[in-house]
């Protein structure tokens, strides 16, 4: 089901191809096409950066799903759950309509997500580089917000496998498109910044969650009534919010001409950085480089060890500090129900704490990467992190808060960091002619880091349980399992070498894969050798980002409330 070499389409190709020119139209000349998203003279780069923002902070949502959780284990009794019998078992679930949804069933629309995150951007990206960022934008938007509108149909009949397919399949597939629509681009505006550019579009899917998940309960509390949880109409608002700004997103995106440079900039010789190379690789040749494969071990060990971490980041906090959390000199287990609310209150903003510290480490250290190098970067990930984490058992059972948590924020920073550097370091390595194509097949890293990080800690911590190991030192192994993790990636990452010149493409072979691009403009085409910020008025500029900076500043409001918890 692949054009051909020749990028005409196989017969059985056709056959399932859309009609419209929304999709995949090779020769079309519509609004979507690549073609038309080329740049004029002085036009302002500082705009791409708000479009992916735009998309990026609905995408997010993903993270902040598990606060429908607990309204939706209830669709059906309102204040308490109508539990399934012993005979009814997941797949009954699907479709049961005369009992409520477990939580730990409603978890598996957030599994789906980054597994076809990571399934979408792997096979899609080729398309998305031939087709432009536009039409990725605009696929994604109707697959993000499409799956949540059949979600909410799902709620409505309680059918949960409409759930699954909208918001898990359908809108997993957004996820993966919306996630690197900007990356190729925003590498080519930015190519004297590339750790920064893109370090501002992927600090926006971190945000995403501080934005939708306040927005969430506060839309529930509006719906619920009597007789409704108020999910459903939620879902309906936020779709149909999302997809205005991802549309606005999308719509916005321009790509720069052929041989466009910023004003002022001339790219460093070759020899000035043997890591940052000014040939390109294939998307298809990547499965065979030995650095593709380095670094996606360095990614997976990165987010696997910071992700186990997110996911037990409340109860760990809980059971390690237990009463001390509220100024009680009780263990976990000693503790009564208001006791137990008192200090779950208190992880609560730990949690919001670790995601401000998550998002800013995206934009912090991408921007610090472009000064330091992305293989150094990587190299104080891991040592740094390593010698965190193996704090973290000391702290601990010293009853150090401001140490344990303090190492929990910084761990944090490099989890995002490491997200928003490897798109840089594999342009260094790889090249930007299919950068975008190359970073969705490397997410399989992440997808992969979904499921390994979550289950040491969560299996350790029952084994540990298991042995009669008192709850506040369960987590001292696991600890030092991740130290190991860190280690690992990091022989990985000092392994990584310039890419040898055989896997590069021949100038035919690049001139043939920019033509299958649309990559047909040259600077003297459309005046790109202008200054970059000559005719965009600097109030649209200002306007762009107040567009995406005003929801962001709202979501950060309201998680700074939830830390003031923490530390009061």
């Given at each position: 089901?692949t ?21 995949m ?28 923002l ?26 308490e ?11 009954q ?17 957030y ?7 990571g ?14 960022p ?11 917000c ?8 799902g ?24 996630y690197i629509?900007?990356?190729s ?34 839309l ?12 459903m ?14 549309m606005g ?19 460093p ?29 360095v ?50 903003g ?5 995601s401000l ?23 104080v ?15 601990a059972?010293a009853g150090?808060?401001?140490l ?11 989890y ?15 090249g ?14 992440w997808?992969?880091a ?7 800690v ?7 349980l ?9 987590y ?33 072979e ?5 033509r ?13 050798a ?30 700074l ?8």
């Amino acid at each position: 089901l692949t054009p051909s070499h020749h990028g005409q389409h196989s017969p059985l190709f056709s056959l399932f191809h859309f009609d419209s020119h929304l999709f995949m139209a090779e020769n079309s000349s519509s609004l979507l096409d690549r073609s038309r998203t080329v740049a004029g003279p002085g036009y302002n780069r500082w705009l791409v950066p708000p479009a992916a923002l735009a998309i990026h902070l609905c995408i997010g949502m993903a993270y902040g799903f598990s606060v429908f959780w607990l309204p939706l284990s209830k669709a059906l009794g309102i204040k308490e759950p109508v539990k399934c019998g012993p005979e009814v078992g997941f797949f009954q679930e699907l479709f049961t309509t005369t009992c409520d949804w477990k939580i730990a069933t409603l978890g598996w629309m957030y599994t789906l997500f980054f597994v076809f995150l990571g399934g979408s951007a792997a096979v899609w990206g080729g398309w998305l580089e031939r087709s432009g960022p536009r039409k990725a934008g605009v696929v994604s938007a109707i697959c993000w917000c499409g799956g949540m509108l059949l979600s909410a149909l799902g709620i409505y009949l309680h059918q949960f496998w409409l759930m699954i397919l909208g918001s898990g399949i359908i809108g997993g597939i957004g996820l993966g498109l919306g996630y690197i629509s900007p990356v190729s681009t925003l590498i080519k505006w930015f190519p004297d910044r590339r750790g920064m550019a893109t370090g501002m579009a992927i600090m926006g899917f971190g945000g995403g969650a501080l934005i939708g998940s306040p927005l969430a309960a506060e839309l529930m509390k509006r719906f619920s009534s009597p007789t409704d949880v108020g999910v459903m109409a939620t879902f309906i608002v936020m779709a149909l919010a999302y997809f205005v700004f991802m549309m606005g997103g999308a719509l916005g995106y321009r790509v720069p001409a052929t041989g466009w440079k910023p004003a002022g900039w001339t790219p460093p010789p070759p020899a000035a950085n043997a890591m940052i190379t000014p040939h390109h690789v294939h998307v298809k040749k990547v499965w065979g480089i030995p650095q593709f494969w380095l670094v996606w071990m360095v990614l997976c060990m990165n987010v696997s060890a910071g992700i186990g971490v997110i996911g037990m980041a409340s109860p760990m906090l809980q059971e390690v500090f237990g009463g001390n959390l509220i100024g009680v000199a009780k263990k976990f287990g000693e503790l009564d129900k208001t006791q137990l609310a008192g200090i779950a209150g208190v992880a609560a903003g730990f949690t919001a704490l670790l995601s401000l510290f998550n998002i800013g480490g995206r934009f912090f250290w991408a921007s610090l990467s472009d000064k330091l190098g992305r293989k150094m970067t990587y190299v104080v990930f891991f040592t740094l992190g390593g010698l965190l984490y193996a704090s973290i058992p000391s702290s601990a059972g010293a009853g150090s808060k401001l140490l344990f948590v303090g190492a929990f924020c910084l761990i944090l920073s490099m989890y995002g960091g490491g997200f928003a550097t490897v798109p840089a370091y594999l342009a260094d390595l790889f090249g930007t002619q299919m950068v975008g194509a190359i970073h969705g097949r490397l997410l399989t890293a992440w997808a992969t880091a979904g499921i390994l990080g979550p289950v040491v800690v969560n299996y350790m911590r029952e084994y540990q349980l298991g042995l009669g190991i008192p709850r506040e030192q369960v987590y001292n192994q696991t600890m030092y399992i991740l130290v190991g993790m860190l280690v690992i990636g990091l022989i990985c990452n000092l392994l990584v070498r310039p890419v040898a010149d055989k896997w590069f493409m021949t100038a035919t072979e690049l001139t043939e894969e920019k033509r299958l691009a649309h990559d047909r403009a040259s600077a003297a085409e459309v005046g790109a050798a202008a200054s970059d910020s000559g005719q965009t008025s600097s109030a649209m500029v200002a306007l762009a980002w107040l567009a995406v900076g005003l929801p962001l500043a709202w979501g950060v409001y309201k998680t700074l409330l939830n830390v003031g918890k923490f530390f009061n």
